[in-house]
């Protein structure tokens, strides 16, 4: 192959693969905190979630006669994250029905890895709660009674109800709600294993984060809560900064758009939660952002 | 003094990309039996060669006459006897080679050159077929006749690209040769300033030439720069150390800049003070051979016999590379060292044994490593879809024609694709595209 005579003869060890895995390792303190909180069942979630997505791929690529590429662990990634999106509660089946929409429509049919527009994870989210709204309602409380159907803190704030959790239980994973969104602290602890690895972008996650402060120090609502509860740090530290999605440039931009979409849905949109949507909605907009800011070239 | 500017992107390789396999090898001399000088040692066109077989020659004379005006005249770099000639190459006997000599006159002291006018310097170095010895091959001459006005002298002793350590021994052990020929050159040149540019990766080398310089009072400093590939390259080493960038299209001179790699001003010394023509180098031979070491040699000596020198390639599945790990040419894949044909010749910096690796390109995850790596701040995988899908509009547009074949954009792709030689594709073709419009436009008129 004349490629692989061409310079340079060295490459960093960094591979697709060797990324996707520290993404997943990122991603193990929220997974055994999940189960802390919610038993059992939560593992059961993730896992469910994980092998539809990796089937799901394995079985397109096998119908197209495409090279199979599920051991680059990037179906993982999306399981993971589609199951950190959903409550401990949420059916099997439909577990099985949003995978499959996330690997199959949004992942494979626009291209597979690196040509997807949206977070394959949040869209299969999405899918579950245009179609299946009641799957994505039934929380539970944490480690406690078997409950289902309770209220999470942000939908409490937005019907201005009473709020018995703490920004300490949002911070610690105390709450009710999806499995990803519950401790603050897990996630960033996978985030700083990400940075440490310079695997992430930080400018995007910091502009959104602090995006978010400012807005709900504006519109008088407690800034810790708003950023400690519902989707907030997952989105920010897993969702907004996945790789094929930010655009090349204008990482700040991306970061302060998806916080502002984020905090009208919340102010003002009828969801009691906008993480989704803000991260959706700025996938679309990365080609433009790419396109206004354009690396000077040296000597033009 | 260490400059804080710094050029855009870059790679700063960590482990495993080191120089430590030939960083405390001293420069080992060694004169083989037979030499095969090419008559193509540079940039321009291959040298008509006026010897023939049978003929006796002496080392230092002409035995290859330049037919173009990026070309440079080869010598014999050994005396003996011609074996063969052909179009592209002449093989020489060894009766007696000479090698500059640690001990020279001018390697121990610094010399006067006030004698010595600018054109006279030029003619000499035009003379001894001195090209740029930083792998670029651009006759030296041709840089110092330049209309524009230099006022820096920059002597590239960054030796950037992992692996080598030639330069570095050169400055250890050729300080003054080196220093004299600076000196000349700034001479030649007419610039005001000099600097002998180096990185921090170094500091035994930056003490060494601060020592050898501290009672030189002809303008000429050193310059510590932080360490970062490609700092070597022209481009940035420039902006590194001026701050100041070449336009697009224009040469270094167009910002009153030249840059001399450090064997080419040890090479002038030679020819000025010493009446040696360019006719040996030193090279790295390391990687994955049993003895790493930095060789002097004559022009012309067969790698292959250095590398068995070194104790050989210690493993069947290699990949054989001519220059530095992330812009030399690959000569070979699973070989020996008597399967290596090719031969030393001005530009050889070393001879690097890798692990013989396929990479398995994966698609583009659009990560924007390869974005933030590129030193000239291009798109390298848009770049790279736009070739694959042969739109040359499209790499003309994303300034495809700037590319510099660095290899950091390939370095760093964690989906191993192949950017850098698509890029260059794209620049080459884009470039060729352009001639060609230029040219039906002259017809046209």
């Given amino acids: 192959m004349e490629n692989n005579l061409s310079n340079p003869h060295i490459r960093t060890p960094k591979t697709t693969r060797t990324i996707m895995m520290d993404v997943c390792i990122a991603l193990l303190p929220a997974l055994v905190g999940s189960i802390v909180f919610f038993g059992l069942r939560a593992l059961l979630v993730v896992v469910v979630s994980v092998v539809t997505c990796v089937a799901g791929e394995a079985i397109w690529q096998i119908c197209h006669k495409q090279k199979l590429t599920i051991n680059d662990f990037s179906a993982v990634v999306t399981g993971m994250l589609l199951a950190y999106n959903l409550s401990s509660e949420t059916s099997l089946w439909a577990v099985i029905l949003a995978g499959l929409f996330s690997m199959i429509v949004v992942k494979q049919m626009f291209g597979g890895i690196g040509n997807n527009v949206f977070n394959p994870a949040l869209l299969g989210r999405l899918f579950l709660m245009v179609v299946y709204p009641m799957e994505l309602m039934k929380y539970k409380v944490p480690s406690g009674v078997d409950a289902v159907s309770t209220a999470t803190i942000l939908s409490a704030v937005k019907h201005k109800t009473e709020c018995s959790y703490t920004v300490l239980d949002a911070f610690f994973g105390k709450v009710p709600g999806a499995l990803g969104e519950t401790s603050a602290l897990l996630l960033l602890l996978g985030f700083a294993y990400l940075i440490w690895k310079k695997e992430v972008n930080v400018s995007v996650s910091a502009a959104f984060f602090a995006t978010i402060v400012v807005l709900s120090l504006i519109t008088e609502q407690n800034p810790m809560m708003q950023l400690f509860a519902g989707g907030t740090i997952l989105g920010g530290c897993f969702m907004l900064t996945d790789y094929n999605l930010s655009g090349k440039h204008g990482k700040w931009l991306y970061g302060i758009l998806a916080g502002i979409i984020v905090m009208a849905i919340r102010q003002w949109g009828v969801y009691p939660e906008g993480v989704c949507f803000g991260i959706l909605i700025v996938n679309c907009l990365s080609v433009l952002i790419d396109n206004i800011f354009a690396n000077k070239v040296y000597g033009k | ?445």
């Fill in chain 2, 1 to 445: 003094m260490t400059k804080k500017s710094r050029f855009r992107g870059g790679i700063h390789q960590t482990n495993g990309f080191d120089k430590e396999l030939t960083a405390n090898k001293d420069i080992i001399t060694f004169v083989p039996d037979v030499v095969t000088i090419s008559m193509k040692q540079g940039l321009g066109p291959a040298c008509n060669c006026v010897v023939k077989d049978g003929d006796i020659v002496e080392q230092g004379q002409l035995i290859g006459e330049a037919k173009h005006f990026l070309s440079a005249t080869v010598h014999a770099s050994v005396t003996g006897k011609v074996l063969e000639v052909t179009d592209s190459y002449c093989k020489i006997q060894v009766h007696q080679c000479s090698l500059p000599d640690k001990d020279s006159d001018y390697n121990t002291r610094l010399i006067d050159i006030s004698h010595f006018s600018k054109n006279e310097i030029i003619d000499k170095i035009e003379q001894a077929g001195i090209v740029g010895m930083g792998g670029a091959g651009f006759p030296a001459h041709v840089k110092y006749r330049t209309k524009s006005a230099i006022t820096t002298l920059l002597i590239n002793a960054v030796e950037c690209e992992p692996y080598l350590t030639c330069d570095e021994h050169i400055i250890l052990e050729y300080g003054y040769s080196l220093i004299n020929g600076a000196l000349l050159l700034k001479k030649a040149s007419g610039a005001v300033k000099a600097y002998i540019c180096i990185e921090d990766n170094k500091p035994h080398c930056i003490e060494k030439l601060k020592h050898l310089l501290s009672n030189v009072n002809d303008n000429i400093e050193v310059l510590s720069l932080a360490t970062c590939y490609p700092q070597g390259g022209e481009k940035q080493l420039i902006y590194a150390s001026m701050g100041v960038e070449v336009p697009s299209g224009k040469l270094p001179a167009d910002v009153g800049a030249i840059v001399s790699n450090v064997q080419t001003a040890k090479a002038v010394a030679d020819m000025v003070l010493g009446k040696i023509p360019s006719v040996s180098r030193c090279i790295t031979i390391t990687g994955d051979v049993t003895k790493p070491a930095n060789y002097l040699v004559p022009v012309g000596t067969n790698i292959g016999e250095l590398v068995a020198k070194c104790g050989g390639v210690r493993s069947k599945d290699n990949k054989v590379i001519l220059g530095g790990p992330m812009t030399g040419r690959c000569i070979g894949r699973s070989v020996s060292s008597e399967e290596i044909l090719d031969n030393v010749s001005k530009v050889s910096g070393g001879l690097i044994v890798l692990e013989g690796k396929f990479y398995d390109e994966t698609a583009c995850i659009k990560c924007e490593e390869c974005v933030h790596a590129c030193p000239i701040g291009l798109n390298p995988t848009r770049i790279d879809f736009a070739i694959r899908n042969n739109d040359l509009g499209l790499c003309e547009s994303l300034d495809a024609t700037e590319c510099i074949a660095c290899g950091c954009c390939s370095f760093v792709c964690p989906a191993q694709r192949e950017l850098t030689y698509h890029t260059v594709k794209a620049r080459d073709a884009v470039k060729a595209k352009q001639r060609e419009e230029a040219n039906s436009g002259k017809q046209s008129i």
